[in-house]
């Protein structure tokens, strides 16, 4: 079964950092771009960062670009999001997502995603 799964969310004071982790299992991960997506209460879904199989090539959303860096590492299976100088406007549930070879930022384009995690960003 494939499993994608969040970590590293939680609260976060604004202008602070945190680091999430999306470990992958169950899919050839070096074949599969890599997505950030998230959701705050009473919006829609946003595209945040992505990153090709590959590692080399990756793209960010203009509201984060400057502050958020997308990473993989593909001998752990793992995707990675560096958030800093977070604001309140972060806060949101953050999920991964996979899609074989080529990337997307729609969100309806990918075929996994994991369950997401929680990041708050408050005083």
């Known amino acids: 079964q494939v499993r994608l799964v969040e970590s590293g969310g939680g609260l976060a004071r604004p202008g602070g950092s945190l680091r999430l982790s999306c470990v992958v299992s169950?899919?050839?991960?070096?074949?599969?771009?890599m997505a950030w997506f998230r959701q705050a209460p009473d919006t829609e879904r946003e595209y945040v960062a992505l990153i090709n199989p590959e590692g080399d090539l990756v793209n960010r959303a203009d509201s984060v670009r400057g502050r958020f860096t997308i990473s993989r590492d593909n001998a752990k299976n793992t995707v990675y999001l560096q958030m800093n100088v977070l604001k309140p406007e972060d806060t949101a549930v953050y999920y991964c997502?996979?899609?074989?070879?080529?990337?997307?930022?729609?969100?309806?384009?990918?075929?996994?995603w994991g369950l997401g995690t929680q990041v708050t960003v408050s005083s």
């Open positions: 169950g899919l050839p991960f070096a074949d599969y771009a």
């Open positions: 997502a996979a899609r074989h070879q080529i990337w997307n930022v729609n969100a309806d384009e990918y075929q996994y």
